[in-house]
């Protein structure tokens, strides 16, 4: 037997049957016209914005991480609840704009951004997160050939990492931003190039479940804009602050204590160093913010023994859920939180594996579980699939075909 990831707060039972806003699982599918299908919670998503701006000093803007989930409902929804988007390419902000989101509310990381990328997002008055002094001077031959004034921001790749984080991206030699011993000059360059200068970039990491590490990374981050900026010589527009809060998927996972981080964020914000005094401070969240407000349901099309073993064989799998299935980033497969959505609440009666409909032995959702019995047109719900879902899975892997998405 293999221990279950822990189920998000806030899923009820109706009927027997996992309800979300509401309604059941046979009814959203009904709805949607059949399985595989990813239900996105407007009434979950918005709580949590709620919450964490609560927690959060109101000097600090909130940032989505488009990547996390690009479906074009909910970033109509999130342009309700969010301060500004992150994008990663020219493909996001397309979808952004398809969705009606003001371009000045968007910024652009990301190494190898193309010729093309760059000129649609300098003509929409998108804010540049420059990786490299190369892709500065493109960005600035690009803006004179438009003749507009590009707003130019650089990544930094900080000398420090979010500890604990699940997926490391700062410290020591990185693909992501420009060193911060190289920095100052760059900055001064694009000044004294004529560009507005937006500030500073720095994202240390992802996932992390520890607000102390969290908060060590935050006032890492401080620490180093102001130094920074005190090179430069000039004040410091704007600060993205990176991200970095996880959200448990695994058994023994804790959901982050957001008080403390925005406790101990006030204090930082209060004693501010002078070059920071006038700056705006953003952080940029992805799964925090859309994660848990998303549900994968997908329906059992057999039933086997093999070995001994029960294998609940469903209509869905690593094509729509690569990360629950254990191949998105990491090392040592463990179950994601998962439910028999039309048993939901019932006690567990037997051990099966549910597994996907590809003929390949990685397409795994749930390994050994404790689960009620589930029979041949039961839905499962794999928790946790509002973020690097639908977007972040091979769909045309064996001809499958992408997953339905609903925001409901
Ligand atoms: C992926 C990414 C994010 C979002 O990460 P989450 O873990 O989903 O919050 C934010 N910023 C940058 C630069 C990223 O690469």
């Known amino acids: 037997m293999k221990p279950l990831g822990p189920i998000p707060a806030g899923f009820e039972a109706l009927d027997g049957e996992l309800a979300i806003g509401g309604r059941t699982a046979s009814e959203l599918v009904a709805q949607a016209g059949g399985t595989p299908l990813f239900v996105y919670s407007r009434e979950m998503i918005a709580r949590r914005i709620a919450d964490l701006r609560a927690a959060m000093p109101p000097r600090l803007a909130i940032h989505y991480a488009v990547k996390a989930n690009p479906f074009g409902p909910l970033l109509r929804e999130m342009a309700g609840l969010v301060d500004g988007f992150d994008i990663a390419s020219g493909g996001e902000l397309a979808m952004l704009r398809a969705a009606g989101i003001d371009a000045a509310k968007v910024s652009f990381a990301g190494p190898g951004k193309r010729d093309a990328e760059l000129e649609a997002a300098i003509a929409a008055g998108v804010t540049i997160n420059l990786e490299s002094a190369n892709e500065a001077r493109r960005a600035l031959e690009i803006s004179a050939r438009l003749g507009v004034t590009p707003r130019l921001a650089i990544r930094v790749n900080p000398d420090f990492e979010l500890r604990g984080s699940g997926m490391k991206m700062g410290g020591g030699a990185k693909p992501f931003g420009v060193d911060a011993d190289q920095m100052p000059a760059l900055a001064r360059y694009l000044i004294d190039a004529g560009a507005q200068w937006c500030g500073l970039h720095i994202f240390?990491?992802?996932?992390?479940?520890?607000?102390?590490?969290?908060?060590?990374?935050?006032?890492?981050?401080?620490?180093?804009?102001?130094?920074?900026?005190?090179?430069?010589?000039?004040?410091?527009?704007?600060?993205?602050?990176?991200?970095?809060?996880?959200?448990?998927?695994?058994?023994?996972?804790?959901?982050?204590?957001?008080?403390?981080?925005?406790?101990?964020?006030?204090d930082q914000f209060n004693s501010l160093p002078e070059s920071l005094e006038n700056t705006q401070f953003c952080i940029e969240l992805g799964r925090y913010l859309v994660g848990e407000a998303g549900v994968y349901l997908t329906r059992i099309v057999d039933r086997k023994t093999s070995h001994g073993q029960t294998y609940l064989v469903t209509d869905g799998g690593l094509h729509h859920q690569l990360a629950a299935s254990g191949n998105f980033g990491t090392v040592v497969r463990r179950n994601y939180p998962l439910a028999i959505a039309t048993r939901f609440g019932a006690e567990a009666e037997e051990e099966a594996s549910v597994v996907g409909c590809l003929c390949t032995p990685l397409d795994r959702l749930a390994d050994q579980a404790a689960l009620p019995r589930a029979d041949v047109g039961d839905l499962v719900a794999v928790f946790c699939a509002g973020a690097y879902g639908a977007s972040a899975s091979p769909a045309m892997f064996l001809g499958q075909g992408p997953a339905g998405e609903i925001l409901i």
């Open 204 to 266: 240390a990491g992802s996932q992390a479940l520890d607000a102390e590490a969290l908060i060590e990374t935050q006032a890492n981050v401080l620490a180093l804009a102001a130094r920074l900026a005190d090179e430069i010589g000039a004040p410091l527009p704007k600060l993205n602050m990176g991200g970095g809060f996880g959200i448990p998927y695994f058994n023994g996972d804790v959901p982050l204590d957001i008080g403390v981080i925005g406790a101990a964020l006030t």
